[in-house]
C-alpha cells in the first residue's frame, strides 16, 4: 500500500512498523487542522492510506482521493474526519484510543495547579526583586467539575484524588460503580457549574456538544471559578467566555484549543485571566511515540484484519 504521513512529528522507529508498504512522509509541512484540502488532495490523491493529526479529511478530499481506504488518526478525537463521507465510501477511521489519555489529564492538573498556587506571579514578583507572599487558594478541598467523564476525565479524577479534591462529573450515561472506582460523584451539568472551583471540559466536539458552554452556562459559575477547556474551542462559545473574563465574571479560564490552528491571534490574547497554550496536551516524548506507534500498527493490523475493535470509529 502507499502510506501518506501528513501528521507532525511522525517518528522513523514508527515507520519500521510499516516496511513493506511505500511511505510517503509529509509531517515536515506542519499541517494541523488549518489544512488547505487542496493542499490535502495534493498529498494524498494517490494513496490508499494516510496518518493524520487534526488535518481535516472531508467528502470533497476523499473524492479526489479514490484509491484511500483507510485513514488511521494519531490520536482519539476525529471530528476533523467527515466519518459519515467514509462510511458511505467504506473507508475505515482508526484512532488510537488508550495512549492520550494520560498526557491530556496531566496537561489538565498543570492548569489546575497554576491558578490553585499562583506559581507564575509569585515567580514573577521574586525576579523583580519583591517579597510579596499572597494565600492562594490551592486545590485541597476545592471542588473539581469534570464535564464528561470518558477516558480523559477518568484519567483526570485519578490524579485530583491525591490532592484533596472533591470530585464532580457530568455526562450522558453515568455509572453508578465510578463513585467509589474513581472518588467521584455524579451531579447534573447546573449543579456542577454553579459549584465547582475549577471546571474542566473533556467531551468530545459533536452536533449536541457544540456551544454547550455559553453566556448562560458561564453565568451559573462561581465568581472565583476557573474553566479549563482541553476538549475542542467550539464546545465554548468564545465571545461570551471572553467577555466573562474581561468583567472578571469568573476568575480565570486555561485554554489550549482553539477555533483555528495554529493560532497566533486568539481573542484572548488580551485577558489577562487567561492562560493559553498551543494544543500541546499531548505533546510529551513518550506519548507522541505511542501514538506514532500504535497509529501505524493499526494500519498493519488492518491490512491483516487482526485490528482491535476499540482502536476503530467505524
Request: charged share 10%; hydrophobic share 45%; no cysteine.
Given at each position: 500500500m502507499k502510506i501518506v504521513i501528513t501528521g507532525r512529528n511522525f517518528d522513523e522507529k514508527a515507520k519500521q512498523v510499516l516496511k513493506g508498504n511505500e511511505i510517503v512522509d509529509y509531517?515536515?509541512?506542519?499541517?494541523?487542522?488549518?489544512?488547505d484540502p487542496n493542499q490535502m488532495i495534493e498529498c494524498i490523491q494517490d494513496a490508499q492510506a494516510v496518518i493524520c493529526g487534526p488535518e481535516p479529511i472531508n467528502a470533497k478530499i476523499m473524492d479526489a482521493c479514490s484509491h484511500l481506504q483507510v485513514i488511521s488518526r494519531r490520536g482519539i478525537g476525529y471530528d476533523n474526519i467527515d466519518v459519515s463521507a467514509c462510511q458511505k465510501r467504506n473507508i475505515a477511521v482508526l484512532r488510537t484510543t488508550g495512549l492520550v489519555e494520560a498526557a491530556v489529564a496531566e496537561h489538565a492538573l498543570a492548569f489546575l495547579l497554576y491558578f490553585a498556587r499562583n506559581i507564575n506571579q509569585e515567580n514573577k514578583e521574586m525576579h523583580q526583586g519583591l517579597w510579596h507572599r499572597q494565600r492562594s487558594m490551592g486545590a485541597k478541598n476545592r471542588r473539581l467539575g469534570l464535564i464528561g467523564f470518558g477516558g480523559i476525565g477518568k484519567e483526570i479524577a485519578k490524579r485530583a484524588y491525591p490532592f484533596g479534591m472533591d470530585i464532580v462529573y457530568y455526562c450522558r450515561h453515568p455509572h453508578k460503580e465510578w463513585d467509589n472506582m474513581y472518588h467521584v460523584q455524579y451531579v447534573d451539568l447546573d449543579t456542577l457549574l454553579s459549584s465547582s472551583d475549577y471546571i474542566s471540559i473533556n467531551v468530545p466536539l459533536t452536533n449536541q456538544t457544540k456551544g454547550m458552554i455559553g453566556k448562560e452556562e458561564l453565568a451559573k459559575m462561581k465568581p472565583e471559578s476557573v474553566?479549563?477547556?482541553?476538549?475542542?474551542?467550539?464546545?465554548?462559545?468564545?465571545?461570551a467566555l471572553k467577555a466573562a473574563l474581561m468583567l472578571h465574571q469568573i476568575r480565570g479560564a486555561a485554554i489550549d484549543v482553539f477555533d483555528h490552528e495554529p493560532c497566533t491571534d486568539s481573542p484572548f490574547i488580551d485577558c489577562d485571566n487567561a492562560i493559553l497554550t498551543p494544543h500541546v496536551a499531548p505533546f510529551t516524548t513518550?506519548?507522541?511515540?505511542?501514538?506514532?506507534q500504535q497509529s501505524a500498527q493499526n494500519i498493519v493490523d488492518w491490512q491483516q484484519n487482526k485490528l482491535n475493535r476499540k482502536y476503530q470509529v467505524i
Open positions: 509531517s515536515y509541512l506542519n499541517l494541523g487542522s488549518g489544512a474553566l479549563i477547556n482541553i476538549a475542542r474551542a467550539s464546545i465554548v462559545d468564545t465571545q513518550e506519548n507522541f511515540q505511542a501514538m506514532n
